[in-house]
């Protein structure tokens, strides 16, 4: 039986969500793919897994493969850059790839650099609707750009922090 969940993360949430994925495997519910905030889980309660999730761009068959051999099982990803792998959680053997301080903080920076891309591109695509509309449309407009903006700066602010933290370690 297929169960869906919505819920939203923001990027640098990355571990958290994976905990998340994991107690929902613990409780019998498998991720089987993710779509507009909807999780979508197959139910088997014989099962339990612990999930991993990487941000790569232009991922290509090595990365997977290299994940395969370490014992991961690709599951699905987000916008081509967020990949859902798992694994049986009765294998101790198998470690995270990816999790030394160095590794979590060059994806953090990647991250930032894919969002502040995506950022700058929405800034340009508006600039259009603040000198062509006019009337209430424009308002309405101008107040969801301003709470995309604030969403945008905090996510800015948190991979930021999270950058610095792991270039202490």
């Known amino acids: 039986m297929t169960v869906k969940k919505f819920k939203i993360w923001l990027a640098p949430d990355i571990n958290k969500e994976e905990e998340w994925l994991t107690e929902m495997s613990q409780k019998g519910l498998h991720l089987q793919k993710y779509r507009f905030f909807t999780y979508y889980f197959e139910e088997d309660h014989s099962k339990s897994y612990t999930y991993q999730i990487d941000f790569r761009q232009g991922a290509k068959q090595d990365y997977f493969q290299l994940y395969k051999d370490a014992g991961w099982e690709y599951i699905t990803e987000v916008i081509g850059v967020f990949h ?3 694994t ?14 160095q590794s979590i903080q060059d994806s953090y920076i990647r991250m930032r650099g894919f969002y502040l891309l995506i950022f700058i591109l929405f800034l340009v695509s508006q600039l259009g609707v603040f000198t062509s509309w006019g009337g209430w449309p424009r308002y309405i407009v101008i107040g969801v ?3 995309l903006i604030l969403v945008y700066l905090r996510l800015f602010y948190v991979l930021n922090k999270r950058i610095n933290y792991y270039r202490k370690s």
């Open 145 to 147: 750009d301003v709470v």
């Open 84 to 86: 859902y792998f798992r």
């Open 88 to 101: 049986d959680s009765k294998r101790p053997d198998v470690q995270k790839i990816y999790s030394d301080s």
